[in-house]
C-alpha cells in the first residue's frame, strides 16, 4: 500500500531564497508523481507531473525531481516570491489512476 | 472557461438530511474523481469513474453513492448524513490515455460541507 509524508509540515523563509520540499513515498513502483498548490480555501492546482520513466520536469522558478529507488521526490522552488506563500501537495499514483497524498508542506515567503 | 466545477460551494446541513454535490468538467475527459479532504487537511480518494463506470471505489460508507449520467458529470450524494462527514469535497477529472500509465488529475475547487 502507498504511503506518502511531506517533510517539513510547515516552512517559513524570506523572499528571494532559494529552498526545497521533499515528499518521500513507500512503494517504489509508483507509476506517476504530481505536485499540486492549494491557496487557503481553494482548489488545487497542480504545478508539475513526473512520469515514471522521468526524472524531473521544470515549470518556469519550479524544478521537480523523481528517484523512484529512494522513495523520494523534491520540489525546488528558485528565488521565493511572497505569492509562493500556499500549501504544497505532492501525490503518488499507485495503479493505473489512484492519487495518494502527502499531508502538505505549507510555505510562508516572508516579504 | 475550461475547468472542472463543483456546486455548491458551501453546504451547511443538519445531522440526518440527505444532500448531493454536483461535478462537471467540460475538458473533454472521459474519467471523474471524489476526493474527500478532513479536518487536518489529508486528501483520500472515494471514488473514480472511467466513462460512467465505476473503477475506484475506497471504502467508503453505503451512504455515499456517486453517480455519473455522462462522462462530463459527476455527483455524489451523502444519505443520513453524520457530524464526521463534515469535510471538503474534491471533484478532479483526466484523460486516460492507454498509452501511457496514468494522467493528470484537474481539480474542481472543492465543497464545504458542514454538519451540524
Not at chain 2, 65 to 71: E, F, R, V
Not at chain 2, 83 to 106: H, K, M, P, T
Request: charged share 20%; glycine share 6%.
Amino acid at each position: 500500500k502507498q504511503e506518502v509524508t511531506q517533510i517539513p509540515a510547515a516552512l517559513s523563509v524570506p523572499e528571494g531564497e532559494n529552498l526545497v520540499l521533499n515528499c518521500s513515498f513507500t512503494d517504489s513502483a509508483i507509476y506517476n508523481l504530481q505536485w499540486f498548490r492549494q491557496d487557503p480555501g481553494k482548489g488545487l492546482t497542480s504545478l508539475l507531473l513526473i512520469q515514471s520513466s522521468q526524472r524531473e520536469q521544470t515549470s518556469g522558478r519550479l524544478n521537480a525531481s523523481l528517484d523512484k529507488s529512494s522513495g523520494r521526490s523534491t520540489l525546488y522552488i528558485a528565488a521565493s516570491q511572497p505569492g509562493d506563500s500556499a500549501t504544497y501537495l505532492c501525490a503518488g499514483s499507485q495503479g493505473a489512476q489512484k492519487l495518494v497524498f502527502g499531508q502538505g508542506t505549507r510555505l510562508t515567503i516572508n516579504p | 472557461d475550461t475547468a472542472v466545477s463543483q456546486t455548491p460551494k458551501y453546504l451547511v446541513t443538519q445531522m440526518g438530511n440527505d444532500k448531493s454535490i454536483k461535478c462537471e468538467q467540460n475538458l473533454g475527459h472521459d474519467t471523474m474523481y471524489w476526493y474527500k479532504q478532513d479536518s487536518k487537511k489529508f486528501l483520500k480518494i472515494m471514488f473514480s469513474y472511467n466513462n460512467k463506470e465505476l473503477i475506484i471505489n475506497e471504502t467508503v460508507p453505503n451512504r455515499f453513492s456517486p453517480k455519473s449520467p455522462d462522462k462530463a458529470h459527476l455527483n455524489l450524494h451523502i444519505n443520513s448524513l453524520e457530524l464526521g462527514d463534515s469535510a471538503v469535497y474534491f471533484c478532479a477529472s483526466s484523460l486516460l490515455r492507454l498509452a501511457a500509465s496514468y494522467n493528470e488529475q484537474f481539480f474542481g475547487p472543492g465543497t464545504r460541507l458542514t454538519v451540524l
